[in-house]
Structure formats: C-alpha cells, structure tokens
C-alpha cells in the first residue's frame, strides 16, 4: 500500500471476524486483529458522544507469530502505545476467541436495538428481547463449536447481559446507520452466522429472522 511506511503494522480495529483475511487478501498486509469494546455516536457533524467504556484487545493469530518472532514484540508495543494513551488495552492469546464473542454479542444487541429503537438497557430489560438476545448467542456458540473456534472460558449469557449495565444508554451502530439511510454492517454480523452455520450444517433460525428484518430496513432506508 503506498500510504504505509515500510514495516508498519495495521489493526484492524473493525467489527466482524474475517477482517484480518480479507484485508491480506485485498492489499497482501498481515494486519494485527483488535476487539474493541467502546459506545460512542455521532451526535452532529464533528461531535461524538462517549456513552460507554473504551478499551480493546488486540492479538494474533498463532500460525503468524511461528512465522515471524517479531510479530509477539509488535502487539506488545501496539498495546503498551494504547495503555499510554489511556486507552485500557490488553493483549490475548486467543484474539479469534474474543473476536468471536465480540460478535456473538453484536448480534445480539445490534439488529434489535435497531429494530425496537431501543437502547442496550432496555432491550435486557425486555424478557422477550432478552430471551430472543439469548438464543443469538446460542445458535452462535454452535456455529463457533462447529467451526473449531476456542470462545473465552467465561460464562457468555452472563457476559451478554451484564453489557447493558456498562452501555446501558447505548444504541448500536446498526441502528446509527439505519437512522442515516446507511448501509449496515449486519452482512458481517448476524449474517455471517447464517452464512457460517449454512456451511457447516448448523442452523441458525433466529440469527436468520434478525438478519432479514435488518436488511428489510436498510432497503426501505435507501430507497
């Protein structure tokens, strides 16, 4: 890329689990993968408003770091840059793992934050988009299993949950985009889980459901 300085490590600090692949695919650059956990909105041109956490993880993909030793010391440096700029970051060893969970949680509050024009809180609050939020995240750990990915040893209902406390007045990007006639990244999200599960003899109904209706929006948005 002739914006890069020779030597210079990128992170993808994208939602989604395939990033770091498409971006060696589209421009040969073995980018570094980051999980950011941050709510923040564009309120007006050039104002952002901060509504909850702000920290990342970032990592590897082992094969990689066998491949090149230096590529251990570059995500230490990367997140040692971050921590010095206030920015908690801390780096895991299983970064497909987080990214996954990241996104099992994305596609549970996501589309139907979009969907009920509701913030995270209330959509917990709800016992029936509580227990649809739920069965997302069901049908994703069964994609995940499937797929041969290592989720972090951690209670993720419990986790999914407790979001809405630490982003309790957020409302996800997915209905940021809605509300601006913008394309959504639900392709990546919620679809990707129908797309993964579909390939791997999983099903995955309601990720389906929430997908369609989003996709629904966004062409009546655009139109």
């Given amino acids: 890329m002739p914006h890069l300085a020779p030597g210079a ?17 589209a421009a040969k650059i073995d980018a570094f993968a980051a999980v950011v956990y941050v709510a923040a909105a564009m309120t007006a041109p050039g104002r952002v ?4 956490r702000g920290d990342l993880i970032v990592g ?3 094969r990689r770091i066998q491949e090149d030793g230096r590529r251990q010391e570059q995500i230490e440096r990367i997140a040692s ?3 010095r700029a206030a920015v908690p970051c801390r780096v ?11 996104m099992l949680i994305n596609c549970a509050y996501n589309a139907i934050s979009a969907l009920g024009h509701a913030p995270y809180q209330r959509a917990v609050g709800n016992r029936w988009t509580r227990e649809i939020m739920v069965k997302v ?16 040893d951690i209670d993720i209902v419990k986790t999914l949950l407790e979001i809405s406390a630490s982003m309790a007045n957020a409302t996800s990007s997915t209905a940021q985009d809605l509300a601006r006639g913008k394309r959504t990244e639900i392709d990546s999200l919620n679809g990707y889980l129908v797309r993964r599960g579909a390939e791997l003899g999983v099903a995955t109904p309601v990720n389906q459901t929430l997908h369609a209706l989003v996709k629904l929006l966004e062409e009546s948005s655009q139109s």
């Fill in 9 to 25: 490590a990128l992170v993808s600090l994208q939602n989604g689990v395939d990033n770091v692949e498409r971006i060696r695919s």
């Fill in 49 to 52: 408003k901060h509504s909850g």
């Fill in 60 to 62: 590897d993909l082992p």
């Fill in 81 to 83: 840059l971050f921590e």
């Fill in 92 to 102: 895991s060893d299983n970064v497909e793992g987080e990214l996954w969970l990241k």
């Fill in 137 to 152: 995240v069901e049908e994703g750990r069964s994609v995940a299993g499937a797929a041969g990915v290592r989720l972090p």
